[in-house]
C-alpha cells in the first residue's frame, strides 16, 4: 500500500520485516538494528536475492562490519 503512494525508503527491525519488504520488491530498506552472526548471514543472504533493492544496515562497532565486507550493502554507524 505505500508502495503505491510513492513511498520508497523502509526501515525494519528483524529479518522478518526485511523479507517481506523484500519480497514486495521495496527499492530502499534499512535493516535498522546491528545484525551480527546467523543473523547478519541471513540478511546478508536476503539483501543479495534481491538485486533491485539498496539495502543498507546499522553497525555498533567494528566487530559487526566483518559480516558486511564486500556485500554492497549500505552501511550506517549508530552511535550512542
Request: avoid cysteine; hydrophobic fraction near 55%; glycine fraction near 10%.
Given at each position: 500500500r505505500y508502495l503505491a503512494h510513492g513511498v520508497s525508503h523502509f526501515k525494519c527491525a528483524t529479518t522478518k520485516e526485511l523479507a517481506v519488504l523484500l519480497r514486495l520488491s521495496a527499492p530502499d530498506v534499512l535493516l535498522?538494528?546491528?545484525?551480527?552472526?546467523?543473523?547478519?548471514?541471513?540478511?546478508?543472504?536476503?539483501?543479495?536475492?534481491?538485486p533491485t533493492t539498496q539495502g543498507s544496515i546499522l553497525v555498533e562497532s567494528a566487530a559487526h562490519l566483518t559480516a558486511w565486507a564486500g556485500s554492497g550493502v549500505g552501511v550506517f554507524l549508530d552511535l550512542n
Open positions: 535498522a538494528f546491528p545484525a551480527v552472526g546467523a543473523t547478519a548471514g541471513r540478511a546478508r543472504r536476503l539483501l543479495s536475492e534481491a
